[in-house]
């Protein structure tokens, strides 16, 4: 007899979590893997809370979604201003049961020597702090409801960092903070997954990579199958399909499945590679002469 198919944790995990009147917040939803997100869910019942710093974004969306939907502007890097979303969306629905922390910017292309300490400060204050604002205030409806939480990573987390060390750096810690929560949560009969994923068709890729000559060659040095690009659709969807499972972790496209589970090893490798690069090298003198230096 497997003993381990008796844990709670093992009962929770294998769950199925149907949406269906169930209120799922969700950040960064005005635009890219959210707004899909919202729509997905809104059609599988659910009703949505869309929270955006983008007031008008986010009116749109509710607006698209209907009666079922709620539209909230608030900064993630702004503690208060999410301990009020969550309150709204208490008071408005009678309960919240999911939650998704989407929201997420990139810095612009700089060697750790050259960016400005600024940028870096925005990054970590939306992609990690936000990320905890986001999760924390809610934690004692999802625990009430044996609800999810979904923080939303990237397979950035375990990818070489140059040229933009501040967004691998705040995922890795996203990782790391859902991990925590899974473990957390399985306690209290709730339960918490990791949503991981490659290059995605959204409008921050686009800005970073195909509207930016040093972010196109950053691109193109990606092997296949890690330059493979998904939409924001089919990012969304495998999120939805994850809460329906309760699944710990999710990662797409499926490319990137061999590299996260080698990492460890991958990378030692790589780092020696890319260090002894003269390709890389002379793209990050150029990163750095861009910005002056």
């Not at 949503?195 to 890729?205: C, K, L, R, S």
């Amino acid at each position: 007899m497997d003993i381990t198919a008796l844990h709670p944790l093992s009962l929770l995990t294998r769950r199925s979590y149907d949406v269906r009147d169930k209120t799922v917040l969700i950040t960064g939803a005005a635009q890219g893997i959210g707004l899909e997100l919202a729509r997905i869910l809104s059609a599988r019942g659910a009703f949505v809370v869309v929270v955006d710093i983008d007031e008008i974004g986010a009116e749109v969306t509710a607006g698209e979604l209907g009666p079922r939907a709620l539209a909230i502007t608030a900064d993630v890097s702004d503690r208060a201003a999410m301990v009020a979303a969550t309150r709204l969306a208490v008071d408005t629905f009678g309960h919240l049961d999911v939650v998704v922390a989407n929201a997420g910017v990139t810095p612009a292309p700089a060697t750790v020597r050259t960016m400005d300490p600024a940028d870096f400060d925005r990054v970590m204050a939306i992609n990690l702090d936000g990320c905890f604002n986001t999760v924390h205030p809610a934690l004692d409806h999802i625990v009430a409801a044996r609800g999810h939480v979904v923080v939303v990573s990237s397979c950035a987390s375990f990818a070489p960092g140059m040229a933009g060390s501040p967004y691998m750096m705040s995922k890795a810690a996203v990782e790391q903070f859902g991990r925590a929560l899974r473990v957390e949560l399985a306690a209290a009969g709730a339960s918490a997954g990791i949503a991981y994923f490659g290059v995605v068709e959204t409008e921050m890729t686009h800005a970073m990579l195909d509207r930016d000559d040093l972010g196109r060659e950053l691109d193109e040095m990606l092997p296949w199958p890690l330059n493979v690009r998904i939409t924001a659709t089919h990012a969304a969807t495998v999120i939805a399909d994850g809460i329906a499972r309760r699944a710990a972790r999710t990662i797409a496209p499926s490319g990137w499945e061999p590299y996260a589970l080698l990492r460890g090893a991958v990378n030692v490798v790589l780092d020696a590679q890319l260090a002894g690069s003269g390709k890389v090298k002379d793209l990050l003198d150029r990163v750095e002469r861009r910005s002056g230096r």
